[in-house]
């Protein structure tokens, strides 16, 4: 490089030294001017802002004491369960403010301690982070003396018995026994209440959604189960959710569908066709479409006549889709699934005004004949070159193809049309779509190309995708029958029947219920433990479906969760107390907390709100289905440390604690409340 150009560059490196020094100093000045409250000696401009930052710190300090406040009182008058977590973040983050005022946006890191509670019920982290911020500059802090700090300026709150530093500047937080003994007596009195509502959100979720005359599998099961326990929870906690099916009931199957049905039912619009078995017709019209090219013709024709809506082709059309229908509703009562049938029909005059409204927007592009939309809305720099992302941070290939090139619309088509209607028309707050995870880069492309044409803004409307992982035998391959089909739902059901009820008869529970406690149990194991066993794994892993496996009554299974419940149940039976009793004793006895295994089990049911927060934030549905396992194990414990019912070697009553009795129910009924979020039916009598 010539020398001259070598001495430009140090030339302009000196300058912006000089800058940056200049920064630096000017930075220093306000940072004592604020210290030393004499921001008058500032540049007017600048002292404007630091008081009017310093007036909105203020004001963002009372909004968070008033939060708490209002959130943590124990217990509020619904009986609401405050969420722990929630009220110990403002409690330190005031503190934090105040010990920390030269950190502008101070983290506070809350986590609950690990099981053994030798290091305090919840801890927060915050003071090694701190730490690192004040380097940053330019100081030297070390983090114990911020936590010392942070606990100097902690106000005294109902929740906390008191807290302690330990290690390098971790701050053990131990909670009150008296909040924990009003929380359980509100549990007892109010039954099992959601935590304090911030604000209710209209919610769509798409779920289960299979296809019409196409088989429903085990993947739509996924879907239904998952679905189905997202809506239970977000209706619990209060929102307003809607529960969408959007069916796939509409495409070029049908053409195929209509031509078989119009050649074998001639009769079809007086007398309804008697299909039973539509995947049967499905593939003998798919048989006569390949083999047969006049077939083909009339079966394209139906597609064109279906589409103008000629009246012949709608009945055909609808009494296909009744068909499907009749059978999908059968598996959606006997898991008790409730659905709103929204298919991709509904979406087609929207379709076509969606097409207009890209076009128009100059968003589609010519490809072949076809309009396809690219979703590109991130580029990451990999390898010397710029790739396309999408939010997922996967490499978007492909773009949707909004029209083919025939003119027809697709599946992209009718998603496009949907969520528009979701944002528009039915004015959703949050839209949650549960398909499998092979199905990841459309939705995230549907996402993508929502916000480029300005329909979904992403900072008022959440949108999540909610995937999958696929179901696999017990052969780790794909789920298959023995004689290697797929696995007709019903008859899954069915088989889970049978097993459920071999399972009662040997553990010789026939012998004891009568014949309808009976039937109940065994619907309850058997739909309990199939939903169980999907709710209870990671959902975006694959998973291996196993009848022996989910039957088990040792682990985290519905059988051993479903015994536990009904063991606990069958305590305040015993001791002859009914559940108005309960209500009664619990209005002027507390529940026993002395013995550590009380403790532990009462601490863990006081959890309940934050482990339902905590799933709204991923979705996943294992952290419930973990919690009330752990109550089950904590449960265990406790009585096998702690008599509820003494009685004498005759085996008469001697001795009743009432205490530990409340505490009995108190779980029972959290566990309760678990349950009706996952869909699982517990019996009193099993
Ligand atoms: N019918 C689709 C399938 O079986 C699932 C639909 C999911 N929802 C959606 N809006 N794309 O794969």
Request: glycine share 4%; charged share 30%.
């Amino acid at each position: 490089m010539e020398k001259s150009v070598i001495e430009k560059y140090e030339k302009q490196a000196a300058q912006a030294e000089e800058e940056i020094n200049l920064l630096r100093s000017q930075l220093e000045n306000i940072e004592t001017c604020i210290k030393n409250n004499t921001v008058e000696h500032l540049d007017p401009e600048i002292a404007k802002l630091v008081t009017e930052n310093t007036k909105l710190k203020h004001r963002l300090a009372i909004l968070n004491r008033a939060i708490m406040e209002e959130s943590s009182k124990t217990p509020n008058a619904r009986g609401a369960l405050p969420s722990i977590l929630k009220t110990l973040n403002a409690l330190f983050l005031g503190a934090i403010q105040a010990a920390c005022p030269d950190i502008a946006e101070p983290p506070v890191d809350i986590a609950l301690s690990s099981a053994n509670s030798k290091f305090g019920d919840y801890q927060c982290n915050s003071a090694m982070s701190l730490a690192n911020m004040y380097k940053q500059i330019g100081k030297k802090v070390p983090p114990r003396e911020i936590s010392a700090k942070i606990v100097e300026n902690l106000p005294p709150h109902e929740l906390i018995d008191h807290v302690e530093i330990a290690g390098p500047g971790f701050i053990n937080i131990y909670l009150s026994k008296e909040y924990v003994r009003k929380a359980i007596s509100s549990i007892l009195l109010n039954g099992v209440q959601p935590p304090p509502l911030q604000r209710k959100l209209r919610v769509l979720v798409d779920f289960s959604s299979p296809n019409i005359a196409k088989e429903m599998h085990v993947g739509h099961l996924r879907s239904t189960i998952i679905g189905d326990s997202i809506c239970r929870l977000l209706e619990f906690l209060g929102h307003d959710v809607i529960r969408i099916n959007h069916l796939g009931d509409w495409g070029t199957q049908f053409g195929m569908l209509i031509a078989q049905l119009q050649e074998k039912y001639p009769d079809y619009l007086k007398q309804a066709p008697p299909i039973s078995d539509l995947q049967a017709f499905y593939k003998e019209s798919k048989k006569r479409f390949d083999e047969d090219e006049e077939f083909k013709k009339r079966a394209y024709a139906s597609v064109v006549k279906l589409q103008s809506h000629d009246p012949d082709h709608i009945k055909a059309w609808e009494l296909i889709c009744d068909v499907s229908r009749r059978d999908f509703q059968k598996i959606y009562d006997r898991l008790d699934i409730k659905l709103i049938e929204r298919g991709e029909s509904f979406y087609q005059s929207r379709m076509e005004n969606i097409v207009r409204e890209l076009e128009s927007a100059g968003l589609l592009q010519e490809d072949e004949g076809r309009k396809v939309m690219w979703g590109k809305l991130w580029y990451r720099f990999t390898s010397g070159t710029f790739i396309c992302i999408n939010i997922a941070g996967d490499t978007i290939k492909i773009p949707l193809t909004v029209v083919k090139s025939d003119g027809g619309f697709t599946y992209d088509t009718s998603d496009m049309a949907a969520i528009k209607q979701r944002i528009e028309e039915e004015k959703c707050d949050w839209v949650i779509y549960v398909t499998d995870s092979g199905q990841a880069t459309h939705i995230y492309n549907i996402f993508d190309c929502a916000k480029k044409a300005g329909i979904l803004d992403p900072s008022k409307i959440r949108t999540d995708f909610v995937g999958f992982g696929v179901v696999l035998g017990e052969d780790k391959k794909k789920f298959k029958t023995r004689s290697g089909d797929t696995v007709r739902l019903l008859d899954l059901l069915d088989e889970g029947l049978k097993r459920s009820e071999a399972k009662l008869k040997e553990k010789e529970r026939d012998k004891v219920l009568t014949a309808e406690e009976l039937r109940q149990a065994q619907e309850s194991v058997a739909y309990g433990c199939i939903k169980y066993a999907d709710l209870s794994h990671n959902r975006n892993h694959e998973y291996v479906f196993s009848f022996d496996r989910m039957l088990d009554d040792k682990g985290n299974t519905a059988v051993y969760l479903l015994y536990a419940y009904t063991r606990i149940r069958s305590i305040a039976r015993n001791a002859n107390f009914t559940p108005e009793k309960i209500t009664e004793l619990a209005r002027d006895s507390a529940a026993s907390l002395e013995h550590e295994k009380e403790l532990k089990l009462a601490k863990a049911l006081v959890r309940f709100s934050d482990v339902l927060l905590k799933i709204t934030e991923d979705l996943c549905m294992h952290h419930l289905c973990e919690y009330v396992y752990h109550i089950a194990t904590s449960f265990t414990e406790f009585y096998d440390s702690c008599y509820c019912i003494e009685r004498d070697s005759s085996g008469d009553i001697v001795k009743v604690n009432v205490g530990r009795i409340l505490l009995a129910e108190a779980a029972a009924m959290v566990m309760d409340g678990c349950f009706n979020i996952l869909g699982l039916k517990p019996v009193s009598r099993m």
